[in-house]
């Protein structure tokens, strides 16, 4: 258990509200992410954290922003809610492995759906 | 472009059958990761394999990374309705970022 915890679990929002996404980690990682996951398209990085006030954007930032005011905290705000920003997403931590590479660990994850 | 390009798509197999699904790239990758995911949660890491031609075995699952580091296999034997999930794919990126396959959906049918 990697101690994540996304807020909230599930939200319906109407297209054009802004809308805030928390991920909150207990075991004091450097790196946090955001990935949005759609049917055909798995998982795609949405923005990644690798320090306080320290981002930057993954393959499918438009219409995302991030902020990480401290290190258990990372938040994910879509300035304007879309319909093509329904979706399913997830904050994940990572580790270096001891034999090479990195490992993810993730949230239960946050059901968004814009109507 | 999908950087892993993962088959089959969706696999539906009885109980006790034997499967394998794929990972396939044409980059080298460093190291390369294997996740299940069930409904409503978030992907759990399996594995990860670093050495080409590495075999990693998990219980009734076999891990393979290609020889050139390109491609993995993910083989299961005797498969059971806990099998069921979403299998991921997953290789480093610059500098500490993941890259997902799309998946390959498995459903072990009692």
């Known amino acids: 258990d990697a101690g994540i915890t996304q807020s909230p679990r599930h939200k319906v929002t109407e297209t054009g509200t802004p809308v805030t996404l928390r991920c909150h980690q207990t075991e004091n990682h450097r790196y946090m992410y955001w990935y949005r996951q759609d049917p055909g398209h798995g998982l795609r990085l949405i923005h990644y954290?690798?320090?306080?006030?320290?981002?930057d954007k993954g393959e499918v930032s438009d219409g995302y922003s991030v902020s990480r005011s401290k290190t258990e905290d990372f938040l994910l705000t879509l300035e304007s809610a879309t319909s093509s920003q329904t979706s399913v997403y997830f904050c994940?931590?990572?580790?270096?492995?001891?034999?090479?590479?990195?490992?993810?660990?993730f949230g239960q994850g946050t059901r968004l759906t814009v109507v | 472009t999908q950087l892993l390009e993962q088959s089959p798509q969706f696999l539906s197999i009885q109980e006790g059958e034997n499967l394998t699904v794929y990972c396939n790239s044409s980059?080298?990758?460093?190291?390369l990761q294997w996740y299940r995911q069930e409904p409503g949660e978030g992907p759990v890491l399996l594995v990860t394999?670093?050495?080409?031609?590495e075999v990693k075995k998990l219980k009734r699952l076999t891990f393979q990374f290609g020889d050139a580091r390109k491609d993995s296999s993910l083989h299961i034997t005797a498969a059971q309705p806990g099998d069921t999930g979403l299998y991921l794919c997953a290789a480093q990126t610059g500098a500490n970022n993941l890259f997902f396959g799309t998946g390959t959906r498995l459903t072990v049918i009692p």
């Open positions: 980059s080298v990758f460093s190291s």
């Open positions: 954290s690798y320090g306080v006030k320290d981002t």
């Open positions: 994940a931590i990572s580790e270096s492995s001891t034999r090479g590479g990195t490992e993810a660990f």
């Open positions: 394999v670093v050495t080409g031609g």
